[in-house]
Structure formats: structure tokens, C-alpha cells
């Protein structure tokens, strides 16, 4: 391969959250493992890979320049976005006036619900809940009306289109965040899946914010449909929130992006988060943006989804074949799996906390299932390298689960 998708980096002391927050807020980080074990860090969404080596020589290249003053977004920030989502995503006439700067995903959407609704009104949101909407919303007065995503007999995620239905009627729900693809279960949603959600949506006339900041990280065989591209009624009710931060390990950089094609709504987007003057550029992160979203971050990413896919094949695949009780759906995109431990806690007789203490005391640092809402559910980050994933196989095996 091209770029290093195989080196240990040492992120200790280097401001990552992933490795120094263990133990920080006990009930909500990972705690420390003990001696003779180091960190495998399983939980926090970002990635254990050093990024592309535009994006450094880039923010090098203006940092240089001594001064970082007032600032506009550049053409070549809007050039970039608009070449990116055309390469991408087959995103055509996307304009610069499309394209609105947000500090970060849940700001944006919060933001947007504050367009579409009042204060303690209803809003839909699938389940298993990231919890950076949970959060959001709630903090921000709204109320969450879940429809839990399904299970079907082939074992794949579905959205119950019928409870959907039922609850934004019963609600009179006028307002939806969705999710594609889908964090934590990997659902990449197919353009039926789509088609059918956009139409109820349009049916009840619900506005709709689709967090799309996964869209880059499909897995072998799947592609990212944007929301927008459904239909022009889609294109018109729907903002959509991107970022390179996740692709690209960016998150702390700060900088995301919304677009809007419904003119009417723009305006008023733009007026909600100019309220505050919170929602500033930084120029860095204008610059790692454009390095990002360059030739050589194209090159970077198809290295990246392979190593994303292999690595998912070979955890999945290693909890298949020896973790009797453990399910996992296999993901289609995102780099998480999410790992059912019902029928194991209940042929074991042991809890899911007894699980989540026994992997963070051997090195461990997953994450506890529950706060997106699923009782025995675990959380695994696998954006490391391969060395590592069967680093933490082995852990669960010898440690964990056969113990």
C-alpha cells in the first residue's frame, strides 16, 4: 500500500481523548486496565491511523505565514466540497450558495430543528440512538420519539416503516433526524429504503436533517446514496450535514458543512446559527479541508475502505466462529460493529457490566451498548490496524468470553 495503515501510533500525550480520557468520568469513559495491559482503544469514533499526508503539509504551509486574522472561505474551500460530492457521490450543480459552514454535525442539526420546530416539540429518530443526538436534543428541549430500527431474518437492520408511520401521525411529528449511513449498526440504506422513508416523510410533510457524516466510509460492495438525490422533493425538505472528520481523523480540527438547496430554508439556517457568532471558521481547518479533499485524499481513502473492510471481515468473522451467544450484524459502512451479548450474559449468568469491567481490565476500551439505548450491547471501534483487532480478538477470547 501506498500510505501506512500499519504502524502502532503513539497518541499518548498527544491530546487524544481515545487513550488519555480512560477512567475521566467513571459510568462514561472506559476504565484504566490493569498492569501488564496496555490500551486497545475500541470506543471513541475516531481513528488510530495517522491521516493522509496532504492534510499536514497543508495546514503547514499556511501556519508558515505569521498572521491568522478575520478570514473568508476561500473558492478553492467551496471548489473543493463541490468537486468532492461530484467524485463521491454523484452529486451534480451543487453551488457554492448550497454549501453553509456548521462548527460541528449536532450543532448543525440542532441548529436546523430550531428552524423547523418549537421548542419541546416531537422529533423521530431511529434506535439505536447515537448519542451525540440524545444529547443534543434533549439539552436543546426537544422531545425524542424513537422508532426502533429491526432486526430481520436474515439478520440484517431495517427501519419498520409501519411503527414510523404510526408514531408521526400519533405525534403529529413535523420534524425527523436521520442517519446514513447508519452509526451504531452500519446500515448503509439501499435507494428503496430511501425512496420509501423520503415518501413517508414528504407524505406527513416532516422536514428532515440527514447526518451523513459516514458517507465516505462505505465498506466492499456498498455505496452512499445521498439523501438529497432521492427525489426534488427530498432535495427541497432535506439538510444534510457533512464532515472530513471522520473520514480523515479530524474531529479535533472543528469544521462541518451543511446542504441546503431549498432557498427559503438556507436563509433561515443561516440567520439561527449567525444568532450567536459561535459558528466561526478556522482557517486551519478551511486548509485540512481542502488537503482532504484532494487527489491524494481520493488515493488515501480507497486504501482506507479496504483496511476498514478487512478488518471488519476478520473481527466479524473471528465472532462468529468463537464467541457462542455474541451476534453482530456485519456492517456495511462505518468502521463499528455492534456486538449483541444477550445470549451470552444469559448462558453465562452475568451482566453486561461484568462484560464491560472484565475487557477494560485487560486493555479493552470498548463501549457500553446502553447509552445508545440497546441493554446488552457493546460498541467496537475497529479503525486500527489489523494487529491490533487481533490483538483485542485474542483478549475477548482469552479473557472475556472463554474464559
Partial sequence: MRFDFTSIMERHGMDAVAVDGLGAIPGMTPDMPKGGFDVIPLWIADMNFPTVPAIPQAIIARAEHPAYGYFFPTPQYFQAIIDWQRTCNGVESLTPDNIGYENGVIGGIVSALNVFCCKGDKVLLHSPTYTGFTWGLEANGYDIIHSPLMLDESGTWRMDLADMERKIADNHIHAAVFCSPFNPCGRVWTRNELEQVMALFQKYDVMVISDEIWSDLTLNGYRHIPTQSISEDARQRTVAMYAPSKTFNLAGLVGSYHIVYNKRIR????????????????????????????QEGHAWLEELRQVLSRNIDYAWRYIQERFQGISAFKPEGTYMLYLDCTGWCTAHDKTIDEVLKAGFDVGLAWQDGRKYGSPCHIRLNLALPLSRVQEAMDRMDRYVFNT
Fill in 267 to 294: 436563509d433561515q439556517l443561516e440567520k439561527e446559527t449567525a444568532l450567536s457568532r459561535y459558528n466561526e471558521m478556522n482557517v486551519l481547518s478551511m486548509h485540512a479541508l481542502i488537503g482532504a479533499y484532494s
